[in-house]
């Protein structure tokens, strides 16, 4: 294959991930929490070409070299952590994130990080005298201890807005603290891997004492919960649709591309047998 042929199919290839995610991000636009992907593409980029001495006339002011590359591709693929609109539910185990925190959910054993916060309570199987507080496909979510969150049953529930768990037996009973969900707030959100179901997990060698900050009891500031609240996905529909036309264009391009690189190796061929 000659060069223009590997670029042609390179940048088709780097297209169609770039796709890839838009569908993505479109599929999840209505999933709580959903942060939106983006991936930005760079030159791939094998040597710079270097030209004849024939062509290093008098008055040229350009290197004799110039960089010969092999398409596109996207180097990262990054989340966009811009906060999503705020969504009204009245459902006292809905919640949301105000800031830059995540929940904390025990997915198959290993514990993940998300900011769906639409939770609900379920009889908990280890102990039949308590409920415990789980994520839409069922998955514990974790309290400030890092073990499942779980109730009392027959209690009224309510959370307030630093993540503490109150409960309250009867209509005239004080509110007891019954325990604090795990709220933690990245440093940097580089430190963490994107996984399936809009969860995140640290990324490779990064422990949480690196990655999450680590804030004294009643510090002021960091993230903040909203009860009866769920954040919505980031995803902008506009940007996603003018962003997939746009990649639609490039792809016909590389394709056309890739069509008349094959069409001059046919006439190359051809009059090479003559």
């Given amino acids: 294959m000659n060069n223009s042929t590997i ?34 593409f760079e030159d791939v980029l094998t040597r710079v070409q270097q030209q004849s001495k024939d062509y290093d006339l008098e008055g040229r002011s350009t290197p004799l070299g110039y960089d010969l590359g092999f398409g596109v591709r996207i180097p990262q693929i990054t989340t966009s952590w811009e906060q999503g609109a705020m969504l ?61 969150l779980s109730v009392q049953k027959d209690s009224s529930v309510a959370f307030d807005e630093s993540g503490n768990v109150w409960l309250k037996k009867g209509e005239n009973e004080p509110a007891t603290l019954a325990g604090k969900l795990m709220l933690v707030e990245p440093k940097n959100e580089n ?34 919960i909203r009860t009866g609240w769920l954040e919505q996905s980031n995803v902008d529909l506009n ?33 090479s047998k003559l």
């Fill in 191 to 224: 430190m963490l891997q994107a996984v399936d179901g809009g969860r995140f997990v640290l990324a490779g060698g990064v422990t949480a004492g690196q990655a999450f900050v680590q804030r004294q009891a009643g510090e002021a500031g960091g993230p903040a």
């Fill in 7 to 40: 670029g042609a199919a390179v940048t088709m290839a780097t297209l169609q991930q770039r796709l890839d995610l838009i569908a993505d991000n479109i599929a999840n636009m209505n999933t709580a929490g959903y942060k939106s992907k983006e991936g930005s």
């Fill in 239 to 271: 940007k996603e649709i003018t962003d997939m036309m746009q990649v639609q264009r490039a792809y016909q391009l590389a394709a056309r591309a890739l069509s008349s690189s094959d069409a001059m190796l046919g006439l190359a061929n051809s009059m």
């Fill in 88 to 148: 009204e539910t009245g459902k006292p185990s809905d919640l949301a994130i105000q800031g830059g925190g995540l929940f904390a959910v025990q997915v198959n054993g290993v514990t993940t990080y998300t900011r769906q916060g639409d939770f609900h309570f379920t009889p908990d199987s280890a102990n039949p005298d308590k409920m415990a507080l789980v994520d839409n496909t069922g998955n514990p979510v974790l309290d400030s201890t890092g073990n499942p």
